[in-house]
């Protein structure tokens, strides 16, 4: 198991696995006073959570489900990426796709944070790609079943 340097300055429990098999942890909103987002309102909510990834490793921030599914909130920008080299508290912008105004409390689980690795690549121009079966088709190209 990665062990991961964490600054936490939030009330309660570290971010944690719900179950065994869960990918993502919780976030939860480091808020002193509810924040009530407008209609297509967005707003950066803080966690009170810093960490220190490993070289190799991004912190990727996904909506909640049921948040999403029960009150049209989700983060915008999905999913968002936390690079290893970053040591600030992690912020997530939420959005409210509703047709009403929606609060966040205090403690409020806003988002998940899955930790995954990833590789970086180095480019080699080239003048023709090797041939595929679906070539150039994208958006809808390999159909509908």
Not at 3 to 20: D, K, Q
Not at 25 to 34: C, G, K, N, Q, Y
Not at 115 to 122: G, N, P
């Amino acid at each position: 198991m990665l062990e991961i340097p964490v600054r936490f300055v939030g009330p309660g429990a570290l971010p944690h696995y719900a179950t065994p098999q869960s990918a993502g942890m919780d976030l939860r909103a480091h808020i002193e006073e509810p924040i009530t987002l407008g209609v297509l309102e967005r707003k950066i909510i803080p966690t009170g959570l810093s960490i220190a990834l490993p070289e190799g490793y991004e912190a990727q921030v996904r909506p909640r489900s049921g948040l999403a599914a029960k009150n049209g909130v989700t983060v915008l920008n999905a999913p968002g990426t936390i690079d290893a080299d970053y040591r600030g508290d992690i912020g997530v912008i939420l959005v409210n796709l509703s047709n009403e105004p929606f609060t966040v409390a205090p403690q409020d689980r806003i988002a998940q944070l899955v930790i995954a690795q990833y590789s970086q690549v180095k480019w080699k121009a080239v003048e023709a790609l090797p041939q595929s079966e679906r070539g150039q088709g994208g958006f809808g190209s390999t159909g509908k079943k």
